[in-house]
């Protein structure tokens, strides 16, 4: 692995009383402005750029970023505290702020000090929007990819298609993997900072998903698009550390937290209703079967929540299970979600399956995070590798 010296190193956070002051500002923002935003990108079906510039403004863009970066210098622990507030909201809203609070680190990981300045502190600062582009039609997201280049000269020659990406229509840069023609497995994987304007390049939109509305996703074909060498980051080999180490480990962790987030405000609209809610005399919270509906849901909140936690610690203090973890945080957080907007959208009765009910939208957007950064197959899989490893190591 190609690590250069100046990379930045896990900050320690900032103090209490700024982060409690933090968090009740974005707690604000997501009950008030962000619910606006919310009503408006459903009835569109789109994201405006507005609303980037917006969270740039309030400066959600910049908050897990160190502060010699431009960025608020939050530990990850405290980034996944506010992750949980964003999540309550509008899940494009959420996927934005997820999204390019974690690219940059993935980058930076691997970058040379001008690549630091030409990628990393735009991203931070929000002059440039990279997308994370691995996924393929054809094959799994790991050492299996199949987009391929040729070197000739100072330049690689990228050929093959990526599909899924978020944020791949209007990004500046695409952040992808790929690997040296003719090569298999880790060894042969490079990463790219591949330019949107690139020649050579068919961008596909396809936006129209059943959750998570107005976040763009594009299906992308190279035919042999020129990147320059110098856009490379870290060496021939490294590809797949840059997509998996240093994005989708803390990813799954966000990820998971996003779950923990949007089932809370599944669970607070489903005590809001069956409070307000009357049959024959008496509120729906007077039913014991309700009851232990919601009972159960806020148990399955708080385990996922304080396991998602558990895994940014370790994940922060750079300890080797932590890929293990962010897979566990995530399966759990993920079938947390399921259980838990199942039964508030029950506790709604028929009222709830209505567009015009916001745990109508909550529950299409929870099906979405079933497959982000892979889905709860893959992290069984990548649980139980580890877990064999260990019994291996041990014999």
């Not at 960025?71 to 949980?84: A, I, T, V, Y």
């Not at 100072?154 to 298609?161: E, I, K, N, R, S």
């Not at 939109?205 to 998570?212: E, I």
């Not at 932590?322 to 979600?337: G, I, N, Q, R």
Request: glycine residues 8%; hydrophobic residues 40%; charged residues 25%.
């Amino acid at each position: 692995m190609t690590l250069t010296t100046e990379a930045t190193t896990a900050a320690p956070g900032i103090d209490t009383a700024e982060f409690e002051l933090l968090r009740a500002e974005v707690a604000a923002y997501v009950a008030g402005p962000a619910e606006a935003w919310a009503e408006r990108i459903e009835h569109t079906g789109e994201v405006p750029e507005e609303l980037w510039s917006e969270l740039r403004e309030h400066g959600y863009l910049s908050l897990a970023a160190p502060r010699e970066y431009g960025g608020r210098g939050l530990s990850f622990p405290q980034w996944m505290d506010l992750m949980e507030l964003f999540s309550r909201s509008h899940g494009s809203l959420r996927m934005i702020v997820h999204v390019v609070n974690g690219t940059w680190r993935a980058i930076d990981r691997f970058a040379t000090p001008e690549q630091r300045e030409r990628f990393v502190l735009p991203s931070i600062a929000g002059r440039i929007k990279a997308a994370f582009t691995l996924t393929e039609p054809d094959a799994g997201s790991g050492a299996d990819i199949r987009a391929s280049v040729v070197r000739e000269g100072d330049t690689y020659y990228l050929t093959g298609v990526k599909h899924l990406i978020t944020f791949g229509v209007r990004c500046d840069y695409w952040l992808l993997a790929a690997r040296l023609a003719g090569s298999s497995g880790h060894e042969g994987t490079v990463a790219l900072m591949v330019p949107r304007d690139a020649p050579g390049v068919r961008v596909e939109d396809t936006s129209q998903t059943m959750g998570v509305t107005g976040t763009d996703h594009a299906r992308l074909t190279f035919d042999r698009t020129p990147v320059p060498v110098a856009n490379r980051l870290g060496a021939e080999g490294d590809g797949l550390a840059v997509a998996l180490g240093g994005f989708l480990t803390p990813s799954r962790i966000s990820v998971a937290m996003s779950c923990v987030g949007l089932a809370c405000r599944a669970q607070e609209l489903a005590l809001r209703y069956a409070r307000d809610r009357v049959t024959f005399g008496r509120p729906l919270t007077s039913r014991q079967a309700l009851q232990f509906m919601l009972a159960e849901n806020e148990a399955d909140i708080e385990a996922a929540r304080q396991l998602t936690l558990h895994a940014a610690r370790r994940w922060e203090a750079g300890d080797a299970d932590a890929a293990m973890l962010s897979s566990m945080a995530k399966l759990t957080a993920v079938d947390m979600l399921g259980r838990v907007t199942d039964k508030a959208l029950q506790v709604h009765g028929g009222s709830g399956y209505w567009k015009t009910s916001p745990i109508e939208r909550v529950y299409r957007d929870a099906r979405a995070q079933r497959f982000e950064e892979g889905t709860n197959e893959i992290q069984k899989t990548i649980i139980f590798r580890e877990l064999l490893s260990r019994t291996e190591a041990d014999r």
